[in-house]
Structures are given as C-alpha cells and as structure tokens.
C-alpha cells in the first residue's frame, strides 16, 4: 500500500500523542499506507517532539518554517501532495482516529472522479466513543481520498485561505465542479475526533478572516481553477526574522487598545516604523479586562439559544488592533516588510524591514 496511498497529516502546536493515536489506529486494521506529517511553523519544542515521533513510528515528518505566520493548512497539504509518489491521497485532520481499514476499500472501489469521505463522530472530553456526537456529511475535512492528479488539475487547495475552516468546503466544491463525486463509505468505517478546545471562535484569529475567505470561495466557484506555483517550502532562510528575533534587540513600540483601528493614530505609527529595521509592536492583550468578566462566558451560553434563533451575537470586549494588523499585512509588504512574527496569543507582533527602504519610501 506504500506505493499507492500517501496520507498527509498537518499538524502545528499540537500534543504529539495525536499523531500517535492516529497512526496507530490506521495500522491497528492491517493498514500500512506511506504517511506524511507536514508541520507548519510550530514552536521548537513540539516540533522536536513531532520529529522524534516520527523517527520511532517510521513515517515521514517536515517542519516548515512558519512561525508566527497565520496558520494555513491550504499550503501545508500542498507541499504534502507535490511531493508524495504515489497515485492517491489521503488528507486527515491531525484529531482522527479510524475504525476498520478505509484505504483498502477506497483502493478496491475507486472509480474515475471519486473523492472518498467518512462519518464523523465528535468524541467528548473523556474519549467515550458510545457517547461520541454524529457530526454529519458537512464534515468531509477529516478523512479524503482522491487522486494525486485533482491536485494538478485544480491547482490544489486555496493557500489564500488562512486560518481553519472553509479550506474544507472550498475544495470539494471545486471538485465538483469538474465532475468529481463525493462518495461516503460505507457505516462500518468511522472517523473519531478527538476532543480539543473549540478554536472557529477563538481570539487568535482576525474577525475579518470569515469575509476575506468566503470571498476567496465565492471567486472559486466562478473559477475553481488556481494557480499552479502552489506547495512552496519554507525553509528557515526564506524567515530572517527567526535569526533576529532569537539575537537582536527590537525597537518596541506599545500600542494601545484600538489604536491601530484609528485614523489618529496611523500617521504616528509609520512615522515610527519606517525609521527602524527590527521592531517589537506590543498590540496590548487580545481581550479587554472589564468587570465582571468572569460572567462572560456563563453569559454567552445562556443567551446561546436566544441568539441562534435571532441570528444576534455576543460581542466580546475585543481590541481590534490584531484584525487591523491581518488587514495592513498586504499593504506593508509593498513598502518593505520582509517578514513578521505574531505571537500565540497575538499580543506581540515582530516587524522585519528592508534596511534601503526605512529611509526612502515609508
């Protein structure tokens, strides 16, 4: 089976057991496919944990340096499927773990524009799989087997959406439209996933990043053809900032809540970065202490109800300076950032300039 199927499994900052848990229930039905952990930008311990990992259980692993990037699984299984060998592959969320062998039946019943997904059950806190939710056929993120060639054909997934998500939506509808059917296994073949913290609404992530995705669907379905200069390595010298960010002192530049949200306030702030190569922006912390905010939460679950009828949402009392930042990513890069590094819990931002145009264009 090694010389057929090829399962690709991103991973970033993550508990290394998952992989674990993963490969071994894959193998646990007589399964042996070629695996592939494609590691984009985690922190260096995890990541020596994830190559460790890899070296006992006898699989493949490559960190990509992405660090302080947004996350992007898009661009992750790209460099996954440009580089696999064999006729077919298999994407798998990080959190799975199988029941009986899938990629035999897929291989035995694969008929031309098939793409092959499985039932999802959600397990709970403690891993009770009697007690695991039904997720339903919206979740085709977790398990897909399809060949290599879509990938060529299509120009793979979208790497403009960044983020978790829509990537799992946008690529089968992309398939479709040129004549790919989506084909569930049957039953007896079942995916769990393990339970994590739920992250679609975390404050890691820009509030823009919904519109600035579904758009990028949206242009997809008018044309679901990409590009094809997709997968690209990340190898540490294309992130100079690493190097500094390990070596030299930044200049810091503390900014308030919101500021990077006013008018006021953006003159002020090129003024200051155009004048320095290596800068630290302290954005100030993600979400604002108020009174009471212990409620918060409580709160939010007990109007969840009321609000999914309403269609109204809870808004939290979040500094905006983050998803301000996401936004002036692109117009930054045309007047000279090099590269940049945002922190986990994106409070600190590391910019990186081009030393001629400090003094020149900005």
Known sequence: MKDKVTVIITI??????????????????????????????SDHD????YKNLCEKLGIQYTHLYAE??????CRAI???????????????????IYED???????DNYEEKSMFHIET???????????ASYAGHGNSGGFQFIRRDAFIELGGYDERIEYWGYEDLDWPERLKT??????????????????????????????????????FCLENLFSPTLKKDVGVNLEKTDRPILDYIDKQPPYLLCIDTNDLSKWAFLEKFVNEIKSHEFIKLQISPRLKKRPLDFLRERIKSILKPITALTGTKVISNINKNFDFFYEYIPILKRFGLRDYYISNNSEVIYLLWKKELNTKCL
């Open 12 to 41: 970033r900052n993550r508990e290394a057991i998952r992989i674990e848990r993963q490969v071994e229930s894959i193998r646990k039905y007589g399964a042996d496919p070629t695996i592939h952990v494609v590691d984009y930008g």
């Open 46 to 49: 995890y990541a020596t944990a």
């Open 178 to 215: 040129l004549g790919y059917k989506q084909i569930w296994l049957p039953e007896k073949f079942k995916l769990f996933h393990v339970w994590h913290e739920k992250v679609s609404d975390s404050y890691n992530r820009p509030n823009t990043i919904d519109v600035n995705s579904l758009s």
């Open 121 to 131: 059950y959600w397990l709970n806190k403690n891993g009770d799989r009697k007690n």
């Open 68 to 73: 302080g990037l947004p996350w992007n699984k």
């Open 78 to 96: 790209n460099y996954g499927v440009i580089r696999a060998k064999t006729p077919f592959i298999v994407t798998s969320d990080v959190d799975m």
């Open 101 to 107: 062998n899938p990629f035999q039946w897929c291989l």
